[in-house]
């Protein structure tokens, strides 16, 4: 931008012959072009607003099939031709929404109604579009796998824009808050930059939506995969599994074991809540948490509105559905309805009978779970097998032929026939309601017969499938046909839904055995062949799940067999040294590098609020975004003042473009009693510049929205400020805003104003004239038309200024 661009408004202005019955009034202002972009204006590109809720909004019915809302508008940059390149910001408001919006740039061409003449009317034209093809940025986007990496609203939240003298690109971000730098097509030409925390060296001002935090890392994840997912032909979102002691519930009593006050000494202190179950439920992720074996929690965490649960105990997990808001997850005959919870069998029932084996299937399915969870490894023919561990464990496992079994043996060295004939895994050792008597699994003993093989031998997956089928002709024709729950048991039964998870280990480092964990297993791609290729033969891909801690089997199963739903396990089991030491699954960073059980997707391993507490509120990043007048620094303004600050204050800091670093000056932005946040903010000379401040107040006449002139001072310290316009009280002496519609606030007579609740671009089109646009949160907000119920257009409008010094007398 070039200094002739900059002007001083105040007593060094030219007069105008702006007058208001012969006089001035502070505030004051003259409305002398508006052009209007209706709200339902879009442009092509991918479906957007599927997180919308499927109901219309505003009369405006989602989700926008093969096309992009165009608004709203937070920041405006002048092309000096007539005209402006604008720019829509995150999408739909959140993180969780916006994930189908890309993020772009459109210039646009107003034809102002001015007392000359113009119709009022804005054509939109290109568009310039955020992308990261070189992977710049190193945290998980949404378009992580694709080509281009085009930027989503779930990406960053920008909400101010500058153009450089070289012509590359600076915006401001909320969810950082971050810088972000692209060149003049969009592309990312470096990795965001953070704000510092000039108060505690070393750290920054994070957002509760930081990248760098694990509690916003989640959802950038799932985001991630589920593109990918659907990118090669997909049509279910992938499952969010995390272990349930990690949810944010506000329960100390539930806390990790690892975490919070028990954090190993020889690890960074991490907080125990770290997943929101609102949030990523509102992002369409179903959530199911693992491994709940109390009633009073399981009853918790369905208040908390979790998807599902994976249980040790289904007794008590039926239970617990039963009893839940007078049975509202059942049927009508008393079934659990699979559309309303997931009500899963950990390994069968681990805690009622050995795990992973026929007889933990069954008692399983005796109490109606609507899925089983097991695990599975490869045999060394390539037979999938039900084992949780990659060895046949001596702790669980005894030898058929009751000789010694002084060590375990991997699975991967073992033909599925050597281990069935080798091993009886019967053994006891999860307390006293896990049994192994015969008796109490009649169909396992019948099922096994007709096999060949001991009830208690480690099942082959396909065997799994089978004996579902022969549980419900036990149930619905056979010898278990007279029983009470015989009815309820074979029709659960026969839908029953599969969760089967791959167990492989890719850490380079040893288990207690000294072997190397990732050597212990097949690799990702043998497993997905095995396994999903199962399932798609027996014709079982919309009724089973593949789940892991290790994503790249997923992401392979995404790609190979997209009518199979995947299921992204999260928990941190480290490795430190005490007695719980695990096996780093599988957050856990591997020697400094980022864990390798993600695929390759950027985890901020234990950085939590606990350590790094959030700074900057939700939505109170970069709104406003001001570049000096010699064009060699940028002003980056906090929308809101920091969290827990008493002070009603909002940081304005100082980035210098040479070195691309910020300077450590920094000026403070004091609030009005009636202001909540601001809108935007440019320079107009060296030291003066205007900012929008607004409430949060819309289609009221005495609602709060201004535009202050400011004055820089001395680093640290406050700016002047003084109101240089009233947005509500403009006078409209030429009738620019007529025709109106009925019910319409703020037009119909001289005095026109602006009472939407965002206002969120400034553009100084010369000496005494100022653009503003609003931020129509399409759409969202209904500002200008509560009559009609109808959302808010984009208003673009032209307001002449009087000089700064000429006031009303009084």
């Known amino acids: ?237 992938p499952v969010f599994s995390p272990y349930h002691v990690m949810l944010a519930d506000n329960n100390t009593a539930n806390d990790h074991y690892a975490r919070g006050a028990a954090s190993p000494a020889d690890l960074p202190a991490a907080a125990s809540d770290v997943f929101s179950i609102a949030s990523l439920k509102n992002a369409g992720y179903p959530v199911v948490s693992w491994t709940v074996n109390d009633k009073p929690r399981m009853l918790e965490l369905m208040q908390l509105g979790i998807s599902g649960i994976i249980s040790d105990r289904p007794d008590l997990l039926l239970e617990a559905v039963q009893e839940f808001n007078g049975g509202q997850y059942l049927t009508a005959e008393g079934l659990i309805d699979i559309s309303k919870f997931d009500a899963q069998g950990h390994r069968g029932g681990r805690n009622l009978r050995p795990e992973n084996t026929l007889p933990a299937m069954e008692v399983a399915l005796d109490h109606l779970m609507v899925t089983l969870e097991t695990d599975s490894g490869i ?4 037979v999938p097998m039900l084992a949780h561990d990659p060895y046949v464990e001596t702790e669980k496992c005894r030898k058929a032929d009751g000789s010694d079994f002084p060590a375990p043996v991997l699975i991967k060295n073992l033909s599925a026939a050597e281990i069935q004939s080798g091993f009886i895994c019967d053994k006891l050792f999860r307390g006293e309601s896990q049994l192994n008597d015969l008796a109490l699994s009649p169909v396992s003993v019948a099922f096994a017969a007709s096999r060949g093989i001991h009830p208690y031998a480690m099942p082959q997956l396909q065997q799994l499938f ?115 030491s695990d096996d780093g699954t599988n957050m856990q960073d591997e020697n400094g590098a980022n864990t390798p059980w993600m695929a390759g997707l950027y985890w901020p391993y234990r950085a939590t609020a606990l350590t790094s507490p959030f700074k900057a509120q ?88 201004t535009v202050q002139e400011i004055t820089l001072g001395k680093s640290g310290d406050l700016v002047e400020k003084s109101l240089r316009v009233d947005l509500m009280q403009i006078t409209d002496k030429f009738g620019l805003a007529q025709p109106s519609q009925p019910g319409d606030v703020g037009v119909g007579g001289e005095t026109f104003a602006f009472p939407f609740v965002t206002i969120e671009d400034l553009v100084l089109m010369n000496r005494d004239t100022l653009g503003v646009i609003n931020d129509n949160n399409y759409p969202f907000s209904v500002g200008r038309h509560p009559g009609a119920s109808a959302p808010d257009d984009s208003e673009f409008i032209l307001l002449k200024l009087p000089p700064q010094a000429l006031v009303k007398k009084q």
């Open 1 to 237: 931008m070039t200094s002739n661009r900059h002007f001083r408004f105040g007593a060094l202005a030219l007069a105008t012959s702006f007058a208001l019955n012969g006089c001035y009034e502070q505030g004051s202002s003259l409305l002398v072009g508006r052009a209007v972009l209706p709200a339902a204006t879009f442009a092509d590109g991918p479906t957007s607003g599927q997180r919308l809720g499927g109901v219309p909004i505003n009369g405006q019915p989602v989700p926008f099939v093969d096309k992009q809302p165009v608004q709203g508008f937070s920041a405006v940059l002048d092309n000096h031709d007539g005209s402006f390149l604008v720019m829509s910001d995150n999408g739909f408001g959140g993180i969780e929404n916006s994930a189908d919006y890309n993020l772009r740039l459109y210039n646009i061409t107003p034809a102002f109604k001015t007392r000359q003449g113009g119709n009022g009317e804005i054509t939109v034209g290109d568009f310039i579009e955020l992308k990261d093809p070189n992977r710049k940025i190193p945290f998980a986007i949404t378009r992580h796998f694709s080509t281009d990496r085009t930027l989503t609203g779930a990406d960053f939240d920008i909400e101010s824009v500058q153009r450089a003298p070289d012509g590359t690109l600076w915006f401001g971000d909320e969810f950082g808050p971050f810088l972000l730098h692209t060149d003049a097509s969009g592309v990312v030409l470096e990795a965001p930059i953070a704000l510092p925390d000039f108060s505690n060296p070393g750290q920054f001002i994070r957002a509760p939506q930081n990248p760098f935090q694990e509690e916003a890392s989640a959802i950038r994840i799932m985001n991630a995969v589920a593109h990918h997912a659907e990118s090669h032909g997909n049509t279910r979102r």
């Open 379 to 382: 045999a060394l023919d390539g």
């Open 466 to 580: 089978d004996f579902v089928e022969s549980y419900v002709s036990y149930y619905r024709d056979g010898a278990g046909s007279s029983h009470p729950q015989a009815a309820l048991r074979w029709k659960n039964a026969e839908q029953v839904r599969f969760n089967i998870e791959t167990k492989l280990n890719p850490r380079s480092d040893q288990d207690a055995h000294g072997l190397v964990y990732k050597e212990r297993t097949f690799d990702p791609a043998t497993f997905t062949t095995a396994i999903a290729g199962l399932i798609s033969s027996n014709g079982l891909s919309a009724r089973a799940d593949v789940q892991s801690f290790d994503f790249r089997t997923l992401l392979d199963v995404q790609a190979r067999f997209p009518a199979i739903r995947t299921v992204y396990l999260f928990g941190d089991f480290p490795i430190f040294d005490g007695a719980d």
């Open 618 to 705: 939700g939505s109170g990043g970069f709104e406003g975004m001001a570049l000096t007048q010699d064009g060699k620094k940028l002003l980056p303004l906090l929308e809101k003042p920091l969290a827990g600050s008493s002070a009603r204050e909002l940081l304005i800091h100082e980035f210098d473009l040479a070195s691309k670093q910020y300077s450590g000056k920094f000026y403070r932005f004091p609030l009005d009693e009636r202001g909540a946040a601001i809108g935007d903010f440019i320079m107009t000379d060296k030291k003066h510049g205007l900012i929008i401040e607004r409430d949060n107040t819309q289609g009221d006449l005495n609602g709060f929205k």
